[in-house]
């Protein structure tokens, strides 16, 4: 069997095995996130796959996708078919140019993407392209690496890093609690005061059918969701929900859970409401997240995205209803 040995990141697939040797830079990197940077071209659910039919070994061991490198680890890569340029398998020019459009910011150390709704932040899961995989197509060049997710409904500020340095220094600020992420949501009812704080441990559960699902559970993860009251809608109030921490599905879970489930959640939600919101011309998940604040040495990163356009018309719709219906009494 063909063997290659590299230490290059940036090296191509070859049509052998590769060993590769991770460098001090990649320590604490997990193993998925280092083959989607390596393997360019390849859908994130290929990786995965050869992660899953234990064709990917770290020093002889068969590697899970959340595995841990450590400096010196040599990682054995099997052969890997790269997208060749007239390949359908590349994303189309109109989800290059959409995803170049919503760029924010961009500087040495990050890339902030307004990340449409519908765009997954990551492959996989039937999901060939998300919004890491178009950028890395539209900048080849270029090393970008998730700092964190959103849903694949939700909006808003989502950043990358483009240095490793700049990557695990956020991430630690934001294990340590201390970047600010604030999102816009629409909730059903309204809250009992005008700011609630929701402190559940949530923990990850799969369904028969393969389905994730989070739920509530005093033995799962710490999870702290402040919310504060904006405006008040007939059957609906508009909120800000700033977390403390960054669990999947937190705000829709935490939400859901004080019996206020976010507008047009099909998964947490309350399908009567669901449907309520659909006449005031609701599409999908309303979920925006509006403001990432955080600060790295002495510099302050601020980055916000305003509501999208199809949000505000929904809540333009709820407001011409509330004023038909006249004011509301408690």
Do not use: W
């Not at 590697?63 to 078919?81: F, H, S, W, Y």
């Amino acid at each position: 069997m063909k063997t290659h040995t590299s230490t290059n990141f940036a090296d191509p697939v070859s049509h052998g095995v590769q060993v590769v040797k991770v460098e001090p830079d990649r320590a604490g990197q997990r193993v998925d996130n280092f083959l989607a940077g390596r393997l360019k071209g390849v859908p994130r659910s290929l990786v995965y796959r050869i992660l899953r039919t234990g064709q990917v070994r770290i020093n002889g061991r068969r590697a899970k996708p959340d595995t841990r490198l450590e400096a010196g680890d040599e990682v054995r890569i099997p052969p890997v078919r790269t997208a060749q340029r007239d390949d359908p398998a590349l994303p189309a020019s109109g989800q290059l140019r959409r995803i170049e459009q919503a760029i924010l910011h961009e500087d040495r150390e990050f890339l902030v993407l307004d990340k449409p709704s519908g765009i997954a932040s990551h492959g996989g899961s039937g999901v060939s392209f998300g919004a890491i995989e178009l950028l890395r197509a539209a900048r080849p060049k270029d090393t970008l690496e998730l700092v964190h997710r959103l849903d694949r409904d939700t909006s808003g500020v989502l950043v990358l890093a483009r240095k490793r340095t700049a990557l695990t220094a956020l991430q630690e600020q934001i294990r340590q609690g201390l970047a600010s992420k604030h999102y816009l949501t629409l909730l059903q009812g309204d809250l009992p005061k005008p700011r609630i704080t929701v402190r559940e441990a949530l923990r990850k559960s799969v369904l028969q059918g393969g389905e994730r699902m989070v739920r509530v559970d005093a033995e799962g993860k710490p999870s702290v969701s402040h919310l504060t009251q904006l405006e008040r809608y007939t059957d609906a109030c508009l909120c800000e929900v700033a977390i403390e921490t960054g669990r999947t599905h937190q705000i829709r879970v935490h939400c859901a859970h004080i019996g206020r489930p976010v507008a047009g959640d099909e998964k947490y939600g309350e399908r009567a409401f669901n449907q309520r919101m659909r006449g005031a011309g609701l599409k999908r998940l309303f979920l925006h997240a509006a403001r990432f604040e955080f600060e790295i040495g002495e510099r302050r990163y601020a980055f916000s995205s305003p509501l999208p356009q199809d949000l505000r018309q929904v809540l333009d719709h709820l407001q011409r209803k509330l004023g038909q219906d006249g004011p509301i009494r408690k």
